[in-house]
């Protein structure tokens, strides 16, 4: 029998079920697949023929198309076209020469016979072929219209079994076209670009350079891809990482300043009404130094508060962790405004359960109890006020509720949910009668959440307001490592640097009015020279000064040795943000004042490290 008459038989009639040999026919009109031997079976991975005859591929990319027509219209005069195929039947490539021919069926269509062979490759093709189906490279051969004609397994799993065109790979077409362009006429390019794949948009490194089909002999383009993905996110949020960084030492440097340039002044202001108040006999002069004072703690109190948020915004607010008594920051409280409320009228009681000693930070819970025992003083006319401690230890924690009562004008329920918000007051409106920011019950809101509580307002039966703080801290294990504030008597003797005249005299006329001696210098250099020429029991330190700021002259001063190495040093300085005051301690200083200074607080402080300095 010729290969003639075999070429218009039955396939089944022609014996290709026996040949060694892969045997197919493909029609190209219907897409579909006619015969397979057994052999071209396993070549394709399918289970069975009808598996194989049932597989539509009427779905084919252009390219493949565009190829499967080419050999179509080659072998429609009887010629044979040989190619190299590469099939990866069970996951291993293989390479196989096949003969393209036309074959004609009974019903007379004219359908393509595939006949292949496996194709005998030495060492270098063998690991070439390895190489290309290992690599991470995404490598895509396309022909000068830009169809894929070949894609490396990396590229498969990029791009799916869609093949897209070389343009259509682009998420910029416009840059697509220009690479396929420069390719197609004989220059290679490589560009960043990002890219389209089923999981979204990808940035691809890509290299494209002419090259030759080597199965046809017809010019194409060979693609080159690298996913940089991973590279190019990292590297944007590096540089977003060192904007927000350069972003909150800016915001670092603003608060710092706008701390001291307000609380200089003001320090000079609270400062010298106090002193004023303190040493002036006539009661009209006294009362005026009084309402200096008054108005100046009203402006500090806005200062700190919206300070104090800023930082809270700016993740410059740390707690300390030191055993305390919740107790005695209860009392602390009502000692700060008994004064104020009698003023008024008002009764202020404390009503504390005997609550164990807890570690947390005192200072900022003292500061809400502040903010809810002060507004209640402000608002409430005739009555009184109750501050309450109540207390339960559970597994090593105190679950602390610290509420402020008072029997003013209530709040009215429908703003109870806003008042914690900034810029918020429960007495709004053009006809308001108490002053204020709105911003102190957000700071409590904020500073609770930052403990791990919770504050909360409501109106009371009897027309008055309740404000509560909720909040669990761990018992104490042992005490706290504070100075002792009692101190012991008699004059101490105290070196003040400060580069600010004001505040240099405030300092003197506060600590002189106890019987300390202070020596001034004006800068850093002249509180490293004083402390060699004198013996001191305290060394008070502001922290911005010219010449050499205060932190530096603490270091020095330490690194003197002998009384260098073991007088007190305490920050005396408006520049108060825990990073600033965790430095100062680094430093060597023992304290921080802050700016304003309070004569009761300077003078505790004076006599607790003053005593420990004694003699050093």
């Known amino acids: 029998m010729t290969d003639a008459m075999a070429k218009t038989m039955p396939p089944e009639a022609v014996g290709w079920d026996a040949l060694s040999r892969a045997v197919w026919l493909f029609d190209p009109v219907s897409c579909r697949g006619l015969y397979a031997n057994p052999y071209a079976l396993e070549l394709w991975g399918a289970q069975s023929r009808d598996e194989l005859l049932a597989r539509d591929f009427s779905q084919l990319s252009p390219a493949v198309r565009a190829r499967t027509d080419r050999l179509a219209q080659a072998t429609a005069g009887g010629a044979v076209v040989t190619e190299r195929w590469t099939f990866y039947p ?25 006949e292949a062979a496996p194709e005998e490759t030495n060492e270098g093709e063998r690991r070439a072929v390895e190489a ?22 990396a590229a498969f799993r990029t791009y799916g079994p869609g093949e897209l065109g070389f343009g259509e790979r682009f998420a910029e077409a416009e840059a697509g076209a220009r690479m396929l362009a420069q390719a197609t006429a004989g220059e290679a390019c490589a560009d960043l670009r990002r890219v389209n794949t089923p999981e979204g948009e990808r940035w691809h490194y890509l290299d494209a350079r002419p090259v030759t089909d080597p199965a046809t002999g017809a010019p194409g383009v060979l693609l080159n891809e690298q996913d940089v993905t991973a590279q190019i996110e990292a590297e944007r949020a590096a540089r ?115 609550v164990a000693a807890v570690e947390g930070d ?15 003083v402000k608002f ?63 700071v409590c809101k904020e500073l609770a959440e930052l403990m791990g509580g919770a504050v909360c307002a409501s109106a009371t039966p009897d ?77 008070l330190m502001d922290i911005q000064m010219p010449v050499m700021d205060g932190v530096e002259a603490a270091r ?39 700016k304003p200074v309070m004569m009761p607080e300077l003078l505790a402080k004076t006599a607790a490290w003053g005593a420990r300095g004694r003699g050093s």
């Open 90 to 114: 069970h996951g291993e490539p293989l390479t196989v020469q096949a003969a393209i021919s036309t074959f004609r069926m009974p019903d007379g269509r004219a359908v393509l016979l595939f």
């Open 132 to 153: 290309l189906r290992h690599t991470s490279s995404i490598i895509t051969l396309f022909d000068r219209e830009g169809r894929a004609v070949f894609s490396n397994p």
């Open 240 to 354: 977003t990482a060192e904007q927000r960084a350069g972003l909150a030492e800016a915001r670092q440097r603003f608060l710092a300043n706008m701390s001291h340039e307000l609380r200089t002044p003001l320090n000079a202001i609270l400062g010298f009404s106090a002193v004023l108040e303190a040493r002036v006999g006539d009661d009209d002069l006294r009362g005026q130094a009084r309402g200096i004072g008054a108005a100046g703690q009203t402006l500090l109190g806005a200062v700190n508060d919206m300070i104090l948020l800023a930082a809270l915004d700016a993740g410059e607010v740390s707690l300390k962790a030191e055993p305390f008594e919740p107790g005695a920051v209860t009392r602390g409280a009502a000692d700060r405004f008994a004064g104020e409320a009698a003023d008024k009228g008002l009764s202020l009681t404390v009503e504390a359960d005997g």
């Open 362 to 376: 005192a200072e900022r819970l003292g500061l809400i109890l502040d903010h809810f025992v002060g507004n209640a």
């Open 380 to 442: 409430t006319e005739t009555g009184g006020i109750v501050i309450r401690l109540e207390g339960a230890a559970r597994e090593g924690q105190a679950d602390l509720t610290m509420s402020v009562t008072d029997t003013g004008p209530g709040i009215d329920e429908s703003r109870i949910a806003a008042l914690f918000d900034r810029f918020v007051q429960a007495d709004d409106g053009a006809t308001r009668r108490k002053s204020g920011g709105g911003l102190g019950l957000a």
């Open 463 to 539: 027309g008055g307001a309740r404000f509560e703080l909720r909040l669990s801290l761990p018992l104490a294990g042992g005490a706290g490592g504070q100075a002792d504030e009692t101190g012991e008597g008699g004059p101490l003797r105290v070196l003040y640097a400060d580069d600010n005249a004001s505040n240099r005299a405030v300092v003197v006329a506060m600590l002189a009015s106890q019987g300390h001696r202070c020596d001034t210098a004006e800068d850093g250099a002249q509180a490293v020279k004083a402390f060699l020429g004198g013996t001191y029991d305290l060394v």
């Open 556 to 594: 020095t001063i330490r690194a003197l040795g002998g009384a260098g190495a073991s007088t007190p040093i305490v920050a005396l300085t408006a520049n108060t943000l825990d990073s600033q005051v965790r430095s100062y301690l680094e430093a060597g200083m023992q304290d921080c004042i802050a």
